[in-house]
């Protein structure tokens, strides 16, 4: 368990309030940002099939949750979903979704490996989203533009809840920075990962932190990536600092999608050549789904930063250590 309750913490607003400006908060977002990227809500599966490809990998270390159902007579695996980035873009064939539209779903998933602390939970509940690209979009610019778009609704997100509130005071920044990996590694050479996301959301605010996955020059990745879904040289993380608890908050992973070339390349890479095989890897490989940008939204992250809680368990029901919810009770902290 690793919690960090700054001196003096006391939640503005209480437990019924707190409810109500989550609502506040998700209703309003989820409009601008199906407005803003042009997408429809579509139903998502709690559960995949085991074995397919379609589960989210995640670092590749995770292992997901299963059980087992009869099926025409025998036993079949099914798996509680880690992430929906790959079944988002088998949906938008499905739907055949046209170039210039996307979907967008309400994404719930149990990550047992996660170490729960203020921002980390065993329930993971985010906006899944994938829109359709052409090859020519495949590129750096068109990658900024929609974060710039995403970050617009985090900002009119904020206007709101400044006209809502008498007391609520602005915490984003007007712009986005945009870094890559590379550039963060020059920076600070002697700092860990975690160090440096730190230290560029202080010095920047916002940043858009771009290339995650592939080797630096160091010979280290900034973090791992699965290799089946973004290209790592056309992904990344909206990253923001967190005044509450002083440090770096990611809000959003996402990124343009892997055409065949790039899956290649990055199951080499990783050494996960096998994945081919697999229903998921195979439709990639004879090009029988589309070119595809897509993220997911963390829903309780930013309730959490914009109502400026110090632990997650503030605006999202799970389970918290023993330890931790004896700890969070001394300092009046409710977890839900």
């Given at each position: ?37 042009n997408l429809t809500r579509v139903s998502a599966p709690l559960f995949v099939r085991a ?12 292992k997901p949750v299963g059980f087992e159902f009869l099926e025409d007579g025998t036993m ?261």
């Open positions: 368990m690793e919690l960090q309750i700054p001196k003096g913490y006391k939640s503005s607003l209480d437990l019924l309030e707190t409810q109500k400006a989550i609502k506040i908060i998700k209703d309003f977002f989820q409009y601008r940002l199906a407005e803003t990227l074995n397919t490809g379609i589960n989210d990998n995640l670092n590749g270390v995770e079949s695996r099914l798996e509680i979903v880690q992430s929906l980035a790959k079944w988002k873009r088998i949906a938008l064939k499905n739907y055949n979704i046209p170039v210039g539209e996307g979907i967008y779903t309400d994404m719930n998933a149990i990550r047992p490996s996660e170490i729960c602390d203020n921002t980390h939970s065993l329930y993971v509940d985010q906006w899944d989203w994938e829109k359709v690209i052409s090859n020519e979009h495949r590129n750096l610019e068109f990658l900024k533009e929609t974060v710039r778009n995403i970050y617009k609704c985090f900002l009119d997100t904020q206007t709101m809840l400044i006209n809502s509130y008498d007391d609520y005071e602005k915490i984003l920044k007007d712009e986005i920075t945009f870094i890559t990996t590379e550039e963060l590694e020059e920076m600070y050479p002697d700092n860990t990962p975690e160090e440096r996301e730190n230290l560029i959301t202080k010095k920047y605010g916002s940043v858009f932190l771009i290339g995650i996955g592939d080797a630096l020059k160091s010979g280290e990745s900034h973090s791992d990536r699965s290799p089946d879904y973004d290209d790592w040289s056309l992904n990344g993380d909206i990253l923001v600092y967190n005044p509450v608890l002083d440090n770096c908050l990611e809000l959003s992973s996402m990124g343009i999608r892997v055409d065949k070339d790039r899956l290649v390349y990055q199951l080499d890479k990783k050494q996960n050549n096998d994945r081919k095989n697999l229903e998921y890897h195979r439709m990639l490989l004879n090009d029988e789904l589309p070119q595809s940008i897509g993220g997911g939204i963390g829903q309780s992250r930013i309730c959490m930063f914009f109502l400026q809680k110090a632990h997650i368990g503030e605006v999202q029901s799970s389970i918290w250590p023993k330890e931790m919810l004896v700890e969070c009770n001394k300092l009046g902290i409710k977890l839900l």
